[in-house]
Every structure is written in C-alpha cells, then in structure tokens.
C-alpha cells in the first residue's frame, strides 16, 4: 500500500488510469471513504474520472451499503453523461441491490439498452434481496426479448426456485439449447435448488 502510494506521489503526471489504479488499491484495502476523498482531489486537479474509476467506486460503495456517497456518484455519472456505459450501468443496479433501493434499482434498469450484463445485474439484484418471483418473471421477460442467457445468467437465476421453495418449477425447469456455460456452476445453483426445495433425492443424482 504505501509502495503504490510512494510511486502515485512521485509522478510527474497523472492520467485517468494512474488515478484509477491507485483508487482500486484503496477500495481494495476496504477503505471506500479513502478512495472517495481520492477521486475528489482527482476531479480537483483538473483530472475527469471515466468509466472504469465510476464502476469501482459505485461497486464499492454497494459492498459497503454506502448509499449517499452511491447516488452522489450516480448524480455525477448522469452529469458527465457516462451513466449508459455498460459497466456504470451494471454497477449502479449492483449498489442499489446491495443497498436494498429496490425500486431505484428497477428504474436503472429500465433506463439500459438491456444488454447482456444489465440483464445478469437485475436478476443478481433480486436474488440478493430474495424477490424470486421477480428474479423468475424477469428471466422470462428477457427470454421473450431475444436475449440470449449466458453461464453468469442462469447462476445468478436459478437461486430463484430456492427462495420460492417451488420443487414443481425446479424440476420441470428447461435452459435454453446452446448455450456456453460452466456445468459445474450451474449444476451446483440446480442442487442448491433442490435441496431447499425438500428434495434431496432429485439434489443427489445431479451431484452424481
């Protein structure tokens, strides 16, 4: 830590990366009120955070349910019109999520493009605050959309049936055809599935 912050001072000039890197070093230490007070001074020397600072920072702030300090960021992303980058998006239905602002969460959303990845952060989202029949309806919704499901997808969904404890949707449950995933990630979400759903039985032939 004090190595990284040793070769930042020593730097003659400062881009966006070098101010990034060191910020990400601060959130990865677990001091978020740090790596705020350092993307302030950034924006004081004349230095405008992109995409990547935003999306560690507000991902940052939802680990940490700081949710004043997330929305100010938010204010700030819709300023600077980076609020429909892909991975801004992403992080800021991540921190709602996290910080249990289910309804803003919902709005971010409704605002994105509905790519793949605001896709997984919405369904992630409502298994994170339990609402497996909005995590189910969703993944509906973006079947009928023509959004095609990836690994991340069907692990941040399959939860779903375990928070419902509805066996009958669990076993009677079809993934889409070609898809490229993990078998063992997605096995493992099935067995989770059964298992809360009281059937141990079904849970141990996918485990063998």
């Avoid at 949710?67 to 800021?92: F, P, Y």
């Amino acid at each position: 830590m004090e190595e990284a912050v040793l070769v930042f001072d020593r730097m003659v000039e400062r881009d966006v990366v070098n101010w990034t890197s060191l910020i990400n070093v601060y959130i990865l230490k677990g001091d978020v009120r740090a790596a705020l007070r350092l993307c302030l001074l950034m924006v004081f020397e004349g230095v405008r955070p992109n995409s990547v600072t935003l999306a560690s920072l507000l991902s940052a702030c939802g680990e940490s349910k700081n949710l004043m300090d997330g929305r100010c960021l938010h204010g700030w992303a819709i300023s600077q019109k980076l609020e429909s980058n892909v991975m801004v998006e992403t992080s800021l239905i991540d921190m709602y999520a996290k910080c249990n602002c289910v309804n803003i969460r919902f709005q971010v959303f409704k605002k994105t493009l509905k790519k793949m990845v605001p896709w997984n952060a919405i369904l992630a989202g409502c298994i994170h605050n339990r609402l497996g029949n909005e995590a189910i309806k969703l993944f509906k919704e973006m079947l009928i959309e023509g959004v095609k499901p990836d690994g991340a997808t069907l692990k941040s969904f399959l939860p779903a049936y375990a928070i419902r404890a509805d066996l009958q949707q669990a076993v009677n449950m079809h993934l889409p055809e070609g898809l490229d995933y993990c078998h063992t990630e997605i096995d493992t979400a099935v067995v989770d599935a059964y298992s809360k759903c009281g059937s141990l039985e079904s849970a141990h032939k996918i485990f063998k």
